[in-house]
């Protein structure tokens, strides 16, 4: 029967449902249906396809694992088409080259190294940098300036000492690439990704929100239904970063590259600003990067990596994204199962509360959303049940971080697997319907979730079915 997949973890209580969500990336140490089946039955609710590896057929196969675990376990998961965007690295050479503080170094696109003396980049630089940009090399390791650009070729001065190693990262902070962030390999991976089903497109190194435009209408242009994650990863981002907020259906805080790319320090303040924009703008957030990074060799996370875990729900994220931890670490489903265990215990403990900056000039979505809000709060509803289309109502009233339970219920599949990885949003499908959420509320009931007396708030359409037609909003209490 449509509908039946979600469980709601065998139909706990609402006040027992888990608000901050996971996102698990499948890797080597991930690689099969059993360990799929196990990162979405331990918890997780969204998965990460990392298109800088693999290939399409490995990706195939993953994705019918993925759709064929949910359906097992009765869950909706989101899939997530990462692209790899702009490979900015060293290429390949022989050995370890020094660098000494002082020394001028040649980089040129596919260098030989051997025959040049040129170090060998995989991106052409020449085409991008200015004299006195700063180059990055080695993931920040060895901090350098250009100096000239002359035949392809980039001259730049090191600025300390230290060692280069093949195919390690460059960044280049003060570069901008005037919306040279879809590759052509980008472009491929995404007329592959068109017909699979993929509900979430990350678009890597965005430097602008005209960098998410250009996604979106080449989404567009395919018929490809995903929508468009920003990862939030360069010193550029963070100079757009409302702009960027307001035009993404979501933001990933990719903090591996943006500590390199701005002080390590500001960090913690740039996180706690995107979440704030994302609750602004109704745009969910996700935090990523080296969560749980000592889970990759150890069965346990450090002190410090579980007090990042639980500040990141404090302040109010959608997800909690793993990375190398379910790719390519030693406790992949451990992993995830601590990350679930410090987000229950810091819901459950919490001395403090997300606060929510208002609009200043409100939409008629966001003022129905108020209302809503504003009404269940008041009379102590059980939860919230809302109709939604496009899953817009349940974004908006999600990033409010309500304390009351957001139940959406859609009859498109898709819009129920972007919303899972939404904040406090729990996901049904049920057929178009006038009552939809009034019958979805007494299935509930059946299910004991609800029980005799209970008030819920139930938020439909004059036309269901059709985005952008909310307009009743219903108080009942159960017999």
């Not at 990759?296 to 875990?309: G, H, I, K, M, Q």
């Not at 504003?374 to 496009?390: F, G, N, P, Q, R």
């Not at 139940?407 to 819009?415: K, L, N, S």
Request: hydrophobic letters at 40%.
């Amino acid at each position: 029967m449509v509908g039946q997949k979600t469980k709601l973890e065998t139909y706990k209580q609402p006040h027992d449902w888990r608000r901050t969500k996971i996102i698990a990336t499948i890797g080597p140490s991930s690689d099969s249906y059993e360990l799929v089946k196990e990162l979405i039955s331990s918890g997780a609710n969204g998965i990460r396809l990392n298109f800088s590896h693999g290939t399409y057929e490995e990706r195939e196969r993953q994705i019918k694992w993925i759709r064929k675990a949910e359906d097992e376990l009765g869950r909706h998961v989101a899939i997530i088409q990462d692209l790899q965007g702009p490979k900015i690295r060293l290429g390949d050479f022989e050995g370890v080259i020094e660098v000494t503080k002082g020394q001028s170094l040649p980089l040129e696109h596919k260098a030989n190294f051997s025959q040049t003396g040129h170090i060998p980049t995989q991106y052409d630089l020449s085409a991008k940098v200015k004299r006195g940009e700063r180059v990055l090399l080695f993931d920040g390791r060895v901090h350098t300036v250009v100096t000239a650009i002359r035949e392809g070729i980039v001259y730049v001065e090191a600025l300390n000492n230290g060692i280069l190693i093949k195919r390690k990262g460059i960044n280049v902070p003060d570069t901008d690439f005037k919306g040279d962030v879809i590759t052509a390999k980008d472009r491929s991976d995404l007329i592959w990704g068109a017909n699979q089903g993929i509900d979430y497109v990350a678009l890597s190194f965005v430097q602008s929100s005209e960098d998410v435009n250009s996604l979106k209408k080449l989404l567009s242009g395919m018929n490809y239904r995903a929508k468009v994650i920003a990862k939030v990863e360069t010193k550029s981002a963070i100079d757009n970063l409302e702009d960027i907020v307001s035009e993404s259906d979501m933001v990933m805080i990719a903090r591996g590259d943006l500590a390199v790319e701005t002080p390590a320090e500001s960090i913690p303040v740039v996180q706690r600003k995107i979440i704030g924009l994302g609750q602004l703008h109704s745009t969910p957030t996700i935090v990523a990067t080296q969560m749980l990074i000592s889970m990759t060799e150890e069965l346990e996370p450090s002190r410090a990596e579980v007090s990042d875990v639980a500040t990141a729900v404090l302040v109010g994220a959608d997800c909690l994204m793993l990375s190398d931890e379910t790719a390519s670490g030693n406790y992949p489903i451990e992993a995830v199962k601590t990350m679930q265990r410090i987000i229950r215990y810091t819901e459950t403990h919490s001395p403090l509360s997300v606060s929510f900056k208002s609009e200043k000039d409100p939409s008629m979505q966001s003022a129905i959303s108020e209302a809503i809000i504003k009404l269940a709060e008041t009379i102590k509803a059980k939860a919230i049940v809302a109709e939604t289309k496009s899953g817009a109502t349940a974004f908006n009233i999600s990033s409010r971080r309500i304390d009351v339970p957001l139940i959406a219920v859609t009859d498109d599949e898709r819009t129920a697997h972007q919303l899972s990885i939404v904040y406090g949003v729990v996901p049904f499908i049920r057929p178009i319907d006038k009552k939809a959420a009034t019958k979805l509320t007494e299935f509930l009931r059946d299910k004991k979730v609800f029980a005799k007396g209970d008030i819920v708030v139930t938020v439909s359409g004059k036309y269901p079915g059709v985005v952008g037609t909310t307009d009743t909003i219903k108080v009942r209490m159960l017999d």
